[in-house]
């Protein structure tokens, strides 16, 4: 267990400097002791100090990283039990399931196409998962170089049996996958070879209580680069022991369980697979691996994993300015909505329905919505006729017209008169721009 807050503070230099972020040392005490802080942020503090307090500095769930170079995957580093506390850090790597018994080939052209655009965002696979379904060190070997061949993604290596994975692994080991899995009978073996290839390791138990003997053993082995996997694969029980891994990590400081997790769906049933994944995902693997590969099973997994790991405290928010919907030209409507991104889609959506080339003019509203804007003077005749100007739409459109929400009508006789353009009154809601745009521009 990390210590308290008081017995950080005693090791504190006291000065209150603020440099740290924090009005007082008993507060940046308090910080570090909830693993909201670093200590590198105080610029007084002895070596002495930073040695005694090392342990309670680091978040209380290590960052690993899988793969390299511009793919590389980070998880962990995780400071909170609830999203709104403060916010989820890394996005969970979504991971899919391949078996060296498999078409291979056919398998992985699938997964590498697996790619969703949805809300301004790209979503895909995360990383593949090659199964040693054979038993066989050889087709292991095999499947592990077409792997190599055939996808640039990550790699879970998933094999107990050592010799299996030392001939793998020496494949891959360019690309840093993940090794799975050190367990009770080999993990002296898995250690050596994960550390000697520098790859993060799972550590694989039975329950917690044999999950976290096993994990001080390799510890004791001079490796901390672990993910863990408690053994379970009843959904039930999974969650039970996601969610007791992360509370004791962050709430008891318990350090024997202060890494990231993974954790497999077991169903058969893409739907119940689909199920399970959402389930872990939420609470609180660092990697969901899944047997589907289809794009209607994975897109609502995504779309679940973009909320959820989006800042609560800062809105979501496209670029703002002027956006082209079709071969908009000089002749094309104007509509006028926020950069919060809900607002922003659904216009795009009902726009683009509507088959009728248009702009949409994104003002700059720091994420926020039509009427909460409007209410915080953001969106008002002032900010409109500046993002008018800002983008050029007056050399790009000649009929000089902007239709703007209907909840906001009361800026009509103001956006004019500050802009010179003509202002129509659009529909209240986003839902009624298919109906407006046919009767006004059709």
């Known amino acids: 267990m990390g210590l308290s807050g008081l017995e950080i503070f005693k090791q504190l230099p006291k000065t209150n400097c603020k440099e740290c972020g924090y009005p007082t040392c008993l507060a940046f005490a308090m910080a570090l002791a909830n693993g909201k802080a670093s200590l590198d942020a105080c610029p007084d503090v002895t070596e002495e100090a930073k040695e005694a307090l ?17 793919r590389v995957i980070e998880m962990g580093d995780e400071t909170e039990i609830f999203r709104h506390d403060k916010r ?28 969703f655009e949805r809300v301004g965002q790209e979503y895909t696979v995360d990383m593949i998962a090659l199964v040693n379904a054979s038993g066989d060190a050889g087709k292991f070997k095999a499947a592990a170089e077409t792997v190599k061949e055939k996808t640039e993604k990550n790699v879970v290596l998933v094999s107990e049996d050592a010799g299996a994975m030392e001939v793998a692994l020496d494949v891959l080991a360019d690309r840093k996958p993940l090794v799975y899995a050190a367990n009770k009978d080999n993990f002296e073996k898995m250690t050596e070879l994960a550390k ?38 009843e959904t039930s029980k ?38 399970q994944a959402g389930v872990y995902l939420s609470k609180y693997a660092s990697i969901v691996v899944l047997k589907t590969d289809k794009k209607e099973h994975l897109l609502p997994l995504f779309s679940w994993r973009a909320n959820l790991f989006t800042d609560p405290q800062k809105p979501a928010q496209v670029q703002p300015g002027l956006h082209p919907i079709g071969d908009a030209d000089e002749n094309s409507p104007v509509y006028c909505t926020t950069n919060f991104s809900l607002s922003f889609y659904l216009v795009e959506g009902e726009v683009s329905s509507t088959r009728i080339p248009s702009y949409i003019l994104s003002v700059d509203t720091k994420g926020t919505s039509v009427l909460t804007a409007y209410a915080d003077n953001r969106y008002t005749a002032e900010s409109i006729a500046a993002a008018i100007k800002s983008t050029g739409l007056e050399d790009k459109v000649k009929n000089k017209n902007i239709v703007i929400p209907g909840l906001v009508a009361v800026l009509k006789g103001a956006l004019e008169d500050e802009s010179g353009w003509d202002v129509t009154v659009g529909p209240r809601e986003a839902s009624g721009i298919t109906k407006f745009a046919k009767e006004k521009f059709a």
Do not use: W
């Open 238 to 275: 999974v969650l039970a022991d996601l969610t007791q891994i992360r509370r004791l990590a962050v709430r008891k400081k318990f350090r024997t369980f202060g890494y990231q997790t993974i954790a497999f769906t077991s169903k058969d049933d893409p739907q119940e697979d689909l199920m």
């Open 88 to 115: 989820f850090n890394h996005p969970t790597a979504v991971t899919v399931e391949v078996k060296d018994t498999d078409d291979l080939e056919a398998r992985l052209a699938v997964i590498n196409d697996l790619i």
């Open 196 to 233: 000697s290839k520098e790859c993060p390791l799972v550590v694989k138990g039975d329950d917690l209580n044999s999950l976290a003997e096993l994990v001080d053993k390799i510890v004791a082995l001079g490796y901390k680069e672990l993910v863990l996997d408690p053994g379970s694969r």
């Open 54 to 70: 090392s342990s309670a500095s680091a978040p209380p769930i290590k960052m690993v990283k899988v793969g390299t170079g511009d």
